[in-house]
């Protein structure tokens, strides 16, 4: 499996668990203020973003249910010979057996279509969702540049916009007073900024009260002192790598929600009455334009949320208190604690399952090859049926590949961590390698079929070597007169040679 097609797994499998883990902690904060819900959501979204990559920092868990493939039951000379010198072999057949063990007649099979179903599926899901996430990464692009126009196109406030500014940045502790911005057009007020942060306000703001203008410079200003234009940035990001998962746009859609409201609430707290404040954002659902670019910027009101704002600003019954900055990293921190094991889930199960090979079995399942939780392929039964298992080239650890029998030709399956079931029976090919060996008769070859319907139950060629230790032996091996890589059964031999 290549590494886009791990990280399409990894992003799909943490993803939806760190949402759910994520909605199943905010349906208990039905009596939390906004802005405690609002941080909750932010850190799923954060989480959700870094998830695919935090295979670097974050310890493994193996929780994942096994996501094996079904093992694969092929004959044993499906393969082309690689180094032994005949491209010729046998028709290939394949069983089938069902749930209940009944096994049906043998048919032909090619050996090259199970190579291509999965990569073809694979290739096609990143193909959908590189499209999606292009499009979706898109838009705010696009919206931050016409945003970058829209202010280049914009005046400098007068002074007295800018000693209120200033007078309103204070008073709710930020740093730095932003730069303020009226634009040529009637356009709603609106945040933006993530390190030079700033407000734009429409051409309309000139002619406005003095009240009305604190109440929109306070709104645009806790919104930046709150760090909203950051965190509307981290939900695009988010919902472009889970564009596919309904709960991330759930999400976002609910951080932009409580957002507002707690900004709303911020705004209450320091001395706006809830009926003036009310009436504003009704006066600028109703008179004002929209921008309809997607920048991650947040704006003073949209008419789709005017009746749930208005609502939730004249409610006193709700819990209006603000986070502290120790009360968003006590929630950042046990969010990153809980979170943890979240992120990873499955990361190493399916890394495994990814980078593991596959096992090859013969028809009872007795194990042929495997490899070994240090990576090392193994063969349990050495020189066993070794022409037919074949041996792997590990000299490149991060490039183990079949170099001969069905190790090579299966090579796409086994890299898959697909096992493969030969119709070679252990018993019977151990007993054929015996009696050759026992005859000393130096080199030969034996092939045992079921004559009911052409299964391969041995194939023994000898002289044979031991897969185990076949690469440091190679040099001899190779000089051995005997020539002890040639499968015999599919070599053409004249009889007696």
């Known amino acids: 499996m290549n590494p886009t097609d791990e990280l399409l797994i ?10 759910l883990a994520g909605w199943l902690v905010l349906s208990a904060m039905r009596r939390s203020s906004a802005a405690a819900r609002h941080q909750v959501l932010l850190c799923m979204l954060a989480a959700a973003a870094i998830a695919p990559f935090a295979n670097v920092v974050v310890p493994k868990w193996k929780v994942v249910p096994d996501l094996q493939p079904a093992i694969e039951s092929i004959t044993p000379f499906s393969f082309s010979t690689g180094e032994i010198g005949t491209s010729e072999s046998a028709p290939s057949r394949t069983r089938r057996i069902d749930p209940s063990g009944n096994t049906t007649a043998p048919h032909p099979a090619s050996s090259v279509a199970p190579r291509f179903i999965l990569p073809s599926i694979a290739y096609l899901l990143t193909i959908l969702w590189l499209c999606g996430a292009t499009i979706l990464l898109a838009r705010p692009l696009v919206g931050l540049l016409s945003l970058s126009l829209l202010r280049r196109r914009s005046h400098a406030a007068d002074l007295p916009i800018e000693e209120i500014t200033r007078e309103l940045a204070a008073r709710i502790g930020l740093r730095k007073t932003p730069s303020v911005h009226i634009s040529s057009t009637e356009i709603m007020p609106m945040a933006f900024g993530v390190f030079c942060q ?28 709150r760090r909203d234009p950051a965190a509307l940035l981290v939900s ?20 932009h929600i409580e957002q507002e409201t707690a900004c709303d609430d911020a705004v209450l707290s320091r001395g706006v009455t809830a009926p003036d404040y009310a009436g504003e954002v009704l006066a600028f659902s109703t008179g004002m334009t929209v921008p ?15 009746e749930r704002r208005i609502v939730s600003i004249l409610d006193t019954t709700r819990n209006r208190r603000s986070l502290s900055p120790a009360a968003k990293f ?5 969010t990153a604690l809980l979170g943890t094991p979240l992120v990873n889930l499955g990361a190493e199960e399916i890394t495994a399952r990814t980078k593991s090979r596959g096992r090859i079995l013969d028809r009872n399942g007795v194990v042929l090859a495997e490899t070994t939780a240090a990576g090392v392929r193994h063969y349990p039964y050495k020189a066993l049926a070794v022409h037919i298992v074949g041996i792997v080239n590990e000299t490149d650890p991060s490039d183990i590949s079949g170099r001969l029998g ?41 092939v045992v079929t079921d004559p009911s319907n052409g299964d391969i139950l041995a194939s023994v060629s000898i002289p044979s070597f031991d897969p185990n230790q076949w690469f440091q032996q190679v040099d001899e091996l190779r000089r051995h007169p005997f020539h002890p890589f040639w499968n015999r059964t599919l070599t053409a031999r004249p009889p007696g040679a």
Not at 211 to 223: A, G, N, P, Q, S
Not at 240 to 246: D, K, R, S, V
């Open 10 to 19: 990894s992003a799909a499998v943490r993803g939806f668990t760190i949402f």
């Open 198 to 225: 700033g407000i734009l306000l429409p051409s309309s703001s000139r002619s406005w009260t003095e009240d009305r203008l604190r109440i929109v410079l306070l709104h645009e200003l806790t919104h930046l002192s």
């Open 236 to 255: 695009r990001i988010a919902l472009t790598i889970h564009w596919f998962n309904p709960l991330a746009w759930l999400t976002a859609r609910r951080l």
């Open 292 to 306: 309809r670019f997607a920048a991650p910027v947040p704006t003073m009101a949209k008419r789709g949320e005017l």
């Open 330 to 334: 006590n929630i950042t921190l046990l």
């Open 406 to 446: 069905v190790e090579e030709s299966f090579d796409d399956t086994l890299r898959r961590g697909g096992d493969l079931k030969l119709t070679l029976d252990a018993r019977i090919q151990s007993t054929v390698e015996k009696v050759l060996r026992d005859a000393d008769i130096g080199r030969g070859c034996a």
